[in-house]
Protein backbone atom coordinates (compact mmCIF):
# COMPACT_ATOMS: atom_id res chain seq x y z
CA UNK A 1 0.00 0.00 0.00
CA UNK A 2 1.40 3.50 -1.06
CA UNK A 3 1.77 6.03 1.65
CA UNK A 4 -0.59 9.20 0.84
CA UNK A 5 1.30 12.67 0.75
CA UNK A 6 2.01 15.89 -0.89
CA UNK A 7 3.93 14.08 -3.57
CA UNK A 8 1.27 11.25 -4.23
CA UNK A 9 -1.61 13.38 -4.35
CA UNK A 10 -0.09 15.66 -6.15
CA UNK A 11 2.34 15.07 -8.63
CA UNK A 12 1.08 11.57 -10.18
CA UNK A 13 -2.84 12.16 -10.42
CA UNK A 14 -1.52 15.75 -11.97
CA UNK A 15 0.60 13.64 -14.99
CA UNK A 16 -2.20 11.75 -15.14
CA UNK A 17 -4.98 14.00 -15.69
CA UNK A 18 -2.65 16.06 -17.97
CA UNK A 19 -1.52 12.67 -20.38
CA UNK A 20 -5.52 11.80 -20.19
CA UNK A 21 -6.23 15.58 -21.67
CA UNK A 22 -3.68 15.14 -23.79
CA UNK A 23 -5.40 12.27 -25.26
CA UNK A 24 -8.68 14.64 -25.64
CA UNK A 25 -6.83 16.90 -27.57
CA UNK A 26 -6.09 13.94 -30.05
CA UNK A 27 -10.15 13.67 -30.51
CA UNK A 28 -10.52 16.86 -30.70
CA UNK A 29 -8.00 17.37 -33.76
CA UNK A 30 -9.83 14.90 -35.33
CA UNK A 31 -12.91 16.29 -34.73
CA UNK A 32 -11.81 19.67 -36.12
CA UNK A 33 -10.42 17.95 -39.03
CA UNK A 34 -13.93 16.05 -39.37
CA UNK A 35 -15.64 19.18 -39.71
CA UNK A 36 -13.32 21.49 -41.46
CA UNK A 37 -14.80 23.66 -44.24
CA UNK A 38 -13.59 22.81 -47.60
CA UNK A 39 -13.42 26.58 -48.55
CA UNK A 40 -11.89 27.46 -45.28
CA UNK A 41 -8.65 25.38 -45.06
CA UNK A 42 -6.67 27.33 -42.43
CA UNK A 43 -8.29 25.70 -39.10
CA UNK A 44 -11.42 27.10 -38.80
CA UNK A 45 -13.20 24.56 -36.67
CA UNK A 46 -9.95 24.06 -34.26
CA UNK A 47 -9.41 27.75 -34.21
CA UNK A 48 -13.60 28.26 -32.89
CA UNK A 49 -12.62 25.11 -30.44
CA UNK A 50 -9.64 26.59 -28.95
CA UNK A 51 -11.94 29.70 -28.33
CA UNK A 52 -15.01 28.49 -26.81
CA UNK A 53 -16.38 29.20 -23.58
CA UNK A 54 -19.19 27.53 -21.53
CA UNK A 55 -20.01 31.02 -20.68
CA UNK A 56 -18.71 34.49 -21.16
CA UNK A 57 -17.22 34.98 -18.08
CA UNK A 58 -15.15 32.30 -17.90
CA UNK A 59 -11.45 31.79 -20.01
CA UNK A 60 -12.21 30.17 -23.46
CA UNK A 61 -10.53 26.36 -23.97
CA UNK A 62 -7.21 27.47 -24.91
CA UNK A 63 -6.47 29.19 -21.48
CA UNK A 64 -8.46 26.14 -19.42
CA UNK A 65 -5.63 23.96 -20.34
CA UNK A 66 -3.08 26.85 -19.92
CA UNK A 67 -3.56 27.37 -16.22
CA UNK A 68 -4.21 23.61 -15.86
CA UNK A 69 -0.41 23.08 -16.68
CA UNK A 70 0.64 26.35 -14.71
CA UNK A 71 -1.12 24.79 -11.67
CA UNK A 72 0.54 21.85 -12.24
CA UNK A 73 3.80 23.49 -12.65
CA UNK A 74 3.60 25.95 -10.66
CA UNK A 75 1.93 24.54 -7.28
CA UNK A 76 4.42 21.14 -7.26
CA UNK A 77 7.71 23.83 -7.65
CA UNK A 78 5.71 26.25 -4.81
CA UNK A 79 5.74 22.85 -2.64
CA UNK A 80 9.27 22.02 -3.32
CA UNK A 81 10.35 25.33 -3.15
CA UNK A 82 11.70 25.40 -6.94
CA UNK A 83 11.61 27.82 -9.30
CA UNK A 84 9.27 26.50 -12.30
CA UNK A 85 9.70 26.73 -15.87
CA UNK A 86 7.84 29.91 -17.61
CA UNK A 87 5.82 29.19 -20.14
CA UNK A 88 4.74 32.13 -22.32
CA UNK A 89 0.85 31.75 -23.55
CA UNK A 90 1.42 31.92 -26.78
CA UNK A 91 -0.59 28.59 -28.06
CA UNK A 92 -2.72 28.54 -30.56
CA UNK A 93 -3.48 25.19 -31.62
CA UNK A 94 -4.07 21.89 -30.82
CA UNK A 95 -0.41 20.77 -31.23
CA UNK A 96 0.68 23.69 -29.34
CA UNK A 97 -1.32 23.14 -26.40
CA UNK A 98 -0.28 19.00 -26.33
CA UNK A 99 3.72 20.67 -26.74
CA UNK A 100 2.92 23.03 -23.50
CA UNK A 101 1.35 19.60 -21.31
CA UNK A 102 4.33 17.52 -22.73
CA UNK A 103 7.08 20.41 -20.95
CA UNK A 104 4.96 20.34 -18.36
CA UNK A 105 4.63 16.85 -17.47
CA UNK A 106 8.40 16.23 -18.34
CA UNK A 107 9.20 18.32 -15.33
CA UNK A 108 6.70 16.98 -13.17
CA UNK A 109 9.13 14.05 -13.84
CA UNK A 110 11.78 15.83 -12.52
CA UNK A 111 10.15 16.24 -9.23
CA UNK A 112 11.32 13.45 -6.50
CA UNK A 113 9.28 12.60 -3.91
CA UNK A 114 11.91 13.65 -1.45
CA UNK A 115 11.11 17.48 -2.70
CA UNK A 116 8.05 17.73 -1.68
CA UNK A 117 7.09 15.09 0.84
CA UNK A 118 7.97 16.40 4.57
CA UNK A 119 6.94 20.22 3.17
CA UNK A 120 3.96 20.22 4.81
CA UNK A 121 4.59 23.41 6.79
CA UNK A 122 6.14 24.85 4.06
CA UNK A 123 4.51 28.69 3.99
CA UNK A 124 2.80 28.90 0.23
CA UNK A 125 1.64 32.56 -0.89
CA UNK A 126 0.44 33.42 -3.93
CA UNK A 127 0.57 37.17 -5.73
CA UNK A 128 -2.82 37.76 -5.59
CA UNK A 129 -3.30 36.76 -1.92
CA UNK A 130 -1.90 40.14 -0.84
CA UNK A 131 0.36 39.44 1.90
CA UNK A 132 -1.93 36.01 3.31
CA UNK A 133 -0.07 33.16 3.00
CA UNK A 134 -0.71 29.43 3.67
CA UNK A 135 0.97 25.91 4.85
CA UNK A 136 1.58 23.85 1.91
CA UNK A 137 -0.77 21.27 3.39
CA UNK A 138 -3.67 23.67 3.23
CA UNK A 139 -2.66 24.94 -0.15
CA UNK A 140 -2.49 21.45 -1.66
CA UNK A 141 -6.25 20.43 -0.43
CA UNK A 142 -7.91 24.12 -0.47
CA UNK A 143 -6.69 25.47 -3.29
CA UNK A 144 -4.45 23.22 -5.53
CA UNK A 145 -5.99 20.13 -6.34
CA UNK A 146 -9.36 21.65 -6.40
CA UNK A 147 -8.12 24.64 -8.75
CA UNK A 148 -6.49 21.92 -11.10
CA UNK A 149 -9.32 20.05 -11.77
CA UNK A 150 -11.82 22.83 -12.15
CA UNK A 151 -9.74 23.76 -14.90
CA UNK A 152 -9.25 20.88 -16.53
CA UNK A 153 -13.28 19.74 -16.59
CA UNK A 154 -13.96 22.68 -17.59
CA UNK A 155 -11.33 22.06 -20.97
CA UNK A 156 -13.48 18.82 -20.91
CA UNK A 157 -16.81 19.90 -20.32
CA UNK A 158 -15.82 23.01 -23.45
CA UNK A 159 -15.14 20.08 -26.19
CA UNK A 160 -18.15 18.41 -24.95
CA UNK A 161 -20.68 21.26 -25.34
CA UNK A 162 -18.97 21.34 -28.91
CA UNK A 163 -20.17 17.57 -29.80
CA UNK A 164 -16.17 16.16 -29.15
CA UNK A 165 -16.78 12.80 -29.23
CA UNK A 166 -15.21 12.09 -25.44
CA UNK A 167 -16.29 10.42 -22.37
CA UNK A 168 -15.87 10.11 -18.65
CA UNK A 169 -13.19 7.40 -20.08
CA UNK A 170 -11.33 10.30 -22.36
CA UNK A 171 -11.39 12.30 -18.86
CA UNK A 172 -10.47 9.43 -16.13
CA UNK A 173 -7.52 8.27 -18.40
CA UNK A 174 -5.59 4.99 -17.75
CA UNK A 175 -6.30 3.13 -14.94
CA UNK A 176 -3.99 1.55 -12.69
CA UNK A 177 -5.44 -1.98 -12.58
CA UNK A 178 -3.24 -4.65 -10.62
CA UNK A 179 -2.79 -7.73 -12.85
Keep these: MQETNLYTVTVPPMMKALTALSGILDKTAAHAQS ?61 ELKARIDKTVEFLKTIKPEQVIGQDARKVSLAFWEGKEMTAFDYVTSYLIPNFYFHVTTAYSILRSNGVQIGKGDYMGEMPFTD
Excluded at 40 to 47: D, T, V, W
Excluded at 49 to 60: A, E, H, V
Excluded at 79 to 87: S, Y
Design 35 to 95: KQLEWHPEGMQEEALLNSRLISDQFPFIRQVQVACDNAKNGVARIAGIEAPKHEDTEKSIA
